[in-house]
Every structure is written in C-alpha cells, then in structure tokens.
C-alpha cells in the first residue's frame, strides 16, 4: 500500500515539474545551449549626397489676414454699451533675403506658406499680426515670374524681397462706430495673402569654373584643389551637376571653383544636354580650359571648347581664363606639352586673342598645382578691381 502511494505521489509530481516547466517557472535541464534571438535588423540610414542646386521654381503664398469681430460690450445695467469687436491682424510676407552663407539653392522647397494673422476679440482686442516668413538665398540670386522676366537680382548680402504680401486683417464693428449708426452691424472679413510663382536662379555660382570634355579630369582636380568630394571614375559623364569646392588662402580668402559637367560637340544647339550645362558656365567669372593632354592633338580640345562657348553666348570666351593641361604623369601627355604649348601660342595669335597661360598639373596624383592656385588668385584680384572701379564710375 505504501509503494502504490509513493508511485501516484511521484507521478503527480512529475506532472507537476512538466506543467511548471512549461510555464517558465522552473527551468528545463541543461541539454544544449540556449539559441539566440534573432536579431532584427534596422532600417540603415539612406546615405543622401547634397547636391548643388542652382535653378528652382517656387510657389509661395502670404498668410491670410485676420478676420474682424462685430460684439457689443456688455455692462451691468445696460446691454447694449456700444461696439467693442477689434480688427483682425495682418498676415505674414513672404520674405527672401541674401546671404553670404549660402552657396546653393539646395535647402529651399519648392512650396511655402506665410502664417495667418489671427481674429479679432470683444473687448476692443485686436488680432495678433503674423510674422513673416524669411528665406535666405545666394548673394547674385535672381527671381524671374512665370513669364520668365526678370522680376529682381539680389546683389547685396541682406537685401530683401518680398515676394508675396501678406493679407490685410479685417476691421471689427468698433472701427465703424459714428454718430449717425451707434450700433453698428458690420465688420470686415481679413484679405487674402498673394500667390505667387517664381523662377529661382543663381547668377553666380562661383568664381572660377572648370571647362573641359567629359573625362578630362575636372572632377580630380576639384577634389585635388579644395576638400569638394565630386564622383570621379573612368568612364564619361560621371558629372552630371555642378560641385563647388572653396579654395582658401593665407589672407583668409575665399574663391569657389565650379565643376561644372562636361561639354560635347555641338552643345551649342543643346545636342545631350548641352544648353544645361552651358548655363552653368555663363555664371562664373573666371574660366579655367581643362585639357587632356594624353589625347592625340589636345590643342584641338580647346579650339572646341571655346568655338562652343562663343557660339552660346557671344563674348563668354573673353573672360579672364587659363588652360589647365591636365594627367602630366602620363607619358603621352609629357609628350604633347611643348606641341600643345606651341599650339596655344598659334591658335591665339591667329585669333587676335590675348595669351592664355598653360599650366600642366597632375590632377590624380596632386602635383604642379601651386602655380595654378597662384594664378587663380590673380585672375580673382583682377575681377575684383574692375568691379571696384565700375562702380566707382557709376557712382
């Protein structure tokens, strides 16, 4: 009897120990090692490159103004004490304003919205007026309308334009107490903001651009001058918008320096996407002819480019320039220097053009390059002292 007992006890606890398992409370015996949770992987973050944007179309609308309130004031002993609803508030502009801290047109939006005034109160309390809403852009940023005429030109850094004006706010019926009506009934809803479209669009996107054949090593050269990371690989195109990198000197200046992408023949009559990128260049003040001087007859390059630039925009080339000839490490390209050097001199006293200087540099390996930085500078120098003195002479 005592053995049957013990046998039912040990059977009730081992079902015991199996429910209880299963609930987590006691734990299993140690067979294998327990197997991880699997890991859920996040979502990685999108690696957006910023690019250079200098040509937008925006919609912008000014708030609303505040509508007026028709109340009566209220006072013990009479109801009627005469109108005290108050005027609404005016509605936010639309505001743009200059700035040298901005390079590009990247961080605008293509749509934006000024704030409401807010309503009138009883009690003769008058709306609040919204504030405006202020964008900064380039200095050399230009608006055109939908007819694409230019509206204004943004030359002074914190020069302001108001490109959609706020709405009135409307006035309460305190406004319209007289002494022929003393009770007045009407009160005025608030005006609505103006919209507006606008053409955006940098003037000057830099001081110097960079002017050559896809594939000629504008890229490598801007990574090599200034900390701009543009794409550089072998195969053609590989820019397909502007990237400005920032030279720094010694006296704390500054100069941007534009890759712009490259031109193929026929660009002129907008052959791929040749107007696009011609529109780039018409924007900088100093051009800087990028050669490859690996290729057969690389003189042919420059008569090319700027047979191409002075059929877009006539007097483009006269600009101050320079010719950059680029991949000196080569063997063919040390080859060609004193030929395309002779070229140069040719091509310019047949043209009545002044001298262009010739700079070889290797823009992969960053060699030869203290010469050209040099006379960036001067050419900068140059721009800058005739801007001077022409507004001397309009002045």
């Not at 409401?116 to 608006?143: D, M, Q, W, Y």
């Not at 820019?239 to 712009?260: F, K, S």
Request: hydrophobic share 35%; proline share 6%.
């Amino acid at each position: 009897m005592l053995s049957s007992r013990v046998c039912i006890t040990c059977d009730y606890l081992l079902q015991f120990r199996s429910i209880v398992r299963l609930l987590g409370a006691v734990p299993a015996a140690k067979s294998a090692p327990p197997r991880p949770v699997r890991r859920i992987r996040g979502i990685e973050p999108i690696d957006k490159a910023e690019y250079f944007v200098d040509w937008k179309q925006i919609f912008v609308q000014a708030g609303n103004g505040g509508n007026g309130v028709c109340s009566f004031l209220s006072l013990p002993m009479t109801e009627y004490a005469g109108p005290d609803g108050g005027d609404g508030g005016n509605g936010g502009h639309v505001v743009f304003q200059a700035s040298t801290s901005q390079k590009s047109l990247n961080h605008m939006s293509s749509r934006y919205r000024g704030q409401h005034g807010e309503s009138g109160r009883s009690k003769n309390c008058h709306g609040k007026c919204a504030e405006h809403t202020v964008i900064k852009v380039p200095v050399g940023t230009l608006f055109r309308d939908e007819n694409q005429n230019p509206v204004i030109e943004l030359k002074k850094d914190n020069e302001k334009f108001i490109a959609a004006r706020g709405g009135a706010g409307g006035r309460g019926n305190a406004f319209f107490l007289s002494n022929e009506n003393r009770a007045p009934m009407v009160k005025e809803n608030g005006g609505m903001g103006e919209a507006k479209t606008y053409v955006v669009e940098m003037r000057t996107i830099a001081h110097v651009g960079l002017v050559g054949f896809p594939n000629a090593g504008k890229s490598s050269l801007l990574r090599s001058i200034s900390r701009a990371r543009p794409k550089v690989a072998s195969y053609p195109f590989t820019t397909l918008q502007p990237y400005v990198g920032i030279l720094e000197y010694e006296d704390y200046e500054q100069i941007a320096v534009a890759d712009i992408p490259g031109i193929i023949p026929d660009a002129h009559k907008n052959r791929g996407l040749g107007i696009e990128f011609l529109r780039h260049i018409e924007r900088c003040i100093c051009l800087l002819y990028v050669i490859d001087l690996s290729q057969p007859e690389p003189w042919l390059q420059l008569e090319h480019l700027r047979y191409e630039l002075d059929q877009y925009m006539p007097g483009l080339v006269e600009r101050p320039c320079a010719v950059v000839g680029n991949k000196i490490d080569l063997e063919e390209a040390r080859k060609n220097l004193p030929l395309f050097i002779n070229e140069v001199e040719k091509y310019c006293l047949e043209s009545g053009t002044n001298a262009l200087p010739v700079f070889p540099v290797s823009a992969m390996k960053g060699s030869q390059l203290t010469a050209l930085l040099m006379h960036i500078r001067e050419l900068y120098d140059f721009y800058h002292k005739k801007a001077d003195v022409e507004d001397s002479e309009d002045e």
